[in-house]
């Protein structure tokens, strides 16, 4: 499996904007889709957005369309989320997953990375 880590979060005021990355190493990032997830408080993880390898196609939840932008850097083994116009309900713990094209389920997670976003 690939290992993941993610960075970047923190606090921000409503309106702002964060990137977060995740950083791939282990197996080879090629051939792996992408994805974010998020964990608000006393809530189940949601999907956020998602890409695919090589990076041609991106999906989003609704709740972020136009605001969160996913890309990757596959040179670099690693995936990014831009979030801007950040809102207080976008507060929670972000976390990247990795899922082996032709695999239906995301089999490597990060440890996540808190984003906290004030009123």
């Not at 040179?75 to 094209?101: F, I």
């Amino acid at each position: 499996q690939v290992q993941l880590v993610e960075s970047g979060g923190g606090l921000v005021q409503a309106g702002g904007s964060l990137r977060l990355s995740c950083a791939a190493s282990g197996r080879t990032f090629s051939s792996y889709a992408m994805g974010w997830f998020r964990q608000a408080p006393g809530k189940e993880r949601v999907f956020v957005a998602t890409i695919t390898w090589p990076g041609g196609n991106t999906a989003y939840a609704d709740s972020v369309k136009g605001r969160f932008t996913i890309s990757r850097d596959n040179a670099k083994n690693t995936v990014y989320l831009q979030m801007n116009s950040l809102k207080p309900e976008d507060t929670a713990v972000y976390y990247c997953a990795a899922r082996m094209t032709g695999q239906p389920q995301f089999g490597s997670w990060g440890q996540g990375t808190h984003v906290t976003v004030s009123s």
